[in-house]
């Protein structure tokens, strides 16, 4: 039987997804519980735009998010319909060639994938770094060798750590090829240097979906240079520009009823983003004093921490830790689990055989991690990682 192809990677049949995505499943601690605004904080914002009977199509709420996410960013900010209309509109508008290839790592969600496609461009996957978890000079080299058609490279920060992409860019900037990145969960976060997220490679794309920190359901970001703004936003109306069409676009704008959401989510986004980093503090004391032997990306910077990833010491741990989690009511995922190359809508795409994304593919388990934990939640979750950890022989 053909393998098929499910983009929630994490659950294994599709009887379990369904049941965990109709809430038929209760976890005692979910993997995430997405939080969005309540509409008492958002609906009065929503009077102008009844007043002027103005919905959509860069409306004032989506003029004032943009500006908010800019300040966020420190650069300019074009919003879009979700995370993968962002990529998509990254690459559109560099104006490559039908077809081109661009380099993205094989770990990753397989959004990163969708939205290359959807450009009318070409995946061409790489292996990522056994250490920081994406892509670097030397894979995308690899990927790149004896190859003509690379017009782009497209990084991806993956669970939203905020590396400092520096090296990435450089390599790219020698080569003449344009450096897109992936940051969909990464909104919030800072360098290790305290530069904000968003300032790095031609432009950086985020993710607002129910899930990520920044949550406002489905919604999308583009970090650029104020010289791609117009270009984004005619690609993003169907490359409209007036009445002429100068060049390919799609609808990929988001309604005023989502911006009032992401107004109303940026006032209350410091103290959930200040919750998660103690959370992930408390998770790393943990590891660190009890499971040394599971490990954390390498030079992380200051994630917004949409997950808690952690790397086994081999996949039957993982496996095990998964299991033994479950039965006590705890639920993880497995990101970005298969490796894209071992999928049969990707296959074709891999530049070789990509050994380090199958390795850390098999092998990471995303621990769950909130916004808005209660009074001693966090211990009572570590508990029982610490029970499950026991039970399998890890610690
Ligand atoms: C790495 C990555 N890229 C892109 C996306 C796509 O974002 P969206 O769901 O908003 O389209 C996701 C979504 O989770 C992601 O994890």
Not at 79 to 93: F, H, Q, S
Not at 131 to 140: I, M, N, R
Not at 246 to 265: D, R, V
Request: charged share 20%; proline share 7%.
């Amino acid at each position: 039987m053909p393998r098929r192809y499910h983009a929630p990677f994490a659950f294994r049949s599709r009887t379990r997804y369904m049941n965990t995505l109709h809430g038929s499943h209760r976890w005692d601690f979910p993997f995430q519980r997405p939080l969005l605004a309540a509409p008492a904080s958002w609906l009065g914002d929503l009077e102008h735009a009844y007043a002027v009977r103005w919905f959509s199509n860069h409306g004032a709420l989506a003029r004032r998010l943009e500006a908010a996410l800019a300040t966020r960013c420190a650069r300019n900010v074009v919003i879009a319909a979700n995370g993968t209309a962002a990529i998509t509109a990254a690459l559109m508008v560099l104006g490559l060639a039908r077809g081109r290839a661009v380099v993205m790592p094989a770990f990753t969600f397989p959004a990163t994938l969708s939205a290359v496609e959807q450009a009318g461009l070409t995946p061409l996957l790489a292996d990522v770094d056994p250490l920081h978890w994406e892509l670097a000079p030397d894979g995308v080299a690899a990927a790149c060798e004896g190859r003509d058609d690379v017009g782009a490279v497209l990084a991806v920060r993956a669970f939203g750590l905020c590396r400092d992409l520096s090296p990435l860019q450089g390599w790219c900037q020698a080569r003449a090829l344009p450096l897109i990145v992936d940051a969909a969960a990464a909104l919030g976060g800072e360098l290790d240097d305290g530069q904000p997220v968003g300032g790095q490679g031609a432009m950086e794309t985020f993710s607002l979906h129910a899930t990520k920190v920044f949550a406002i359901g489905e919604g999308g970001a583009i970090a650029c240079s104020e010289e791609d703004v117009g270009a984004l936003r005619r690609c993003m109306n169907f490359g409209l520009d007036g009445s002429d069409l100068p060049g390919p676009g799609f609808n990929g704008k988001l309604s005023e009823f989502a911006a009032a959401i992401g107004l109303a989510q940026d006032r209350v986004f410091d103290a959930q983003l200040a919750a998660r980093r103690q959370a992930a503090a408390a998770y790393t004391r943990f590891v660190d004093d009890l499971a040394p032997r599971w490990t954390s990306a390498q030079a992380p910077g200051r994630p917004p921490w949409q997950v808690f990833p952690l790397l086994a010491p081999d996949a039957g741990s993982a496996d095990a830790i998964e299991a033994a989690l479950a039965r006590r009511s705890v639920q993880v995922r497995r990101y970005y689990r298969p490796a894209l190359q071992l999928t049969a809508a990707a296959a074709n795409y891999a530049a070789g055989p990509l050994p380090v994304a199958a390795d850390l593919a098999s092998r990471m388990v995303c621990l769950p991690m909130y916004s808005d934990w209660g009074p001693d939640e966090l211990p009572r979750l570590l508990d029982r990682v610490d029970a499950a950890l026991r039970e399998c022989g890890q610690r």
